[in-house]
């Protein structure tokens, strides 16, 4: 089965740091462009950051610039989110997505929380 599995997230104080981890299975990421979303309670699905499919150009929104770093390991079929100097505005469900075409993969999100 198709699918993309998040991993990493949780309870972290303000200012400490989080790597996300976004494995996919039954396709190979190395053809997909990769990004990440995030979602806060009552708001809508925002892009977070976002990496080609070679992982030689990425993207991040200006509200992690700085702070927020996306990679990938395309032998190992992986993408990551290093997210430091973690603020409360921060928590969220974060969301792995994968889109070459017409074809897009959604992961079911891993929480982060940020809170002291």
């Known amino acids: 089965q198709v699918q993309l599995v998040e991993s990493g997230g949780g309870l972290v104080q303000p200012g400490g740091s989080l790597r996300l981890s976004c494995a996919a299975s039954?396709?190979?990421?190395?053809?997909?462009?990769m990004s990440w979303y995030r979602q806060a309670p009552g708001k809508e699905r925002e892009l977070v950051a976002t990496?080609?499919?070679?992982?030689?150009?990425?993207n991040v929104a200006d509200s992690v610039k700085d702070r927020f770093t996306i990679s990938r390991d395309n032998p190992k079929n992986m993408v990551y989110l290093q997210m430091n100097s973690l603020k409360p505005e921060d928590t969220a469900v974060y969301y792995c997505?994968?889109?070459?075409?017409?074809?897009?993969?959604w992961g079911q999100g891993t929480q982060v929380t940020v809170s002291s």
């Open positions: 990496i080609s499919s070679s992982g030689t150009s990425t």
């Open positions: 997505k994968a889109a070459w075409g017409f074809q897009v993969y």
């Open positions: 039954e396709f190979t990421l190395s053809c997909y462009a």
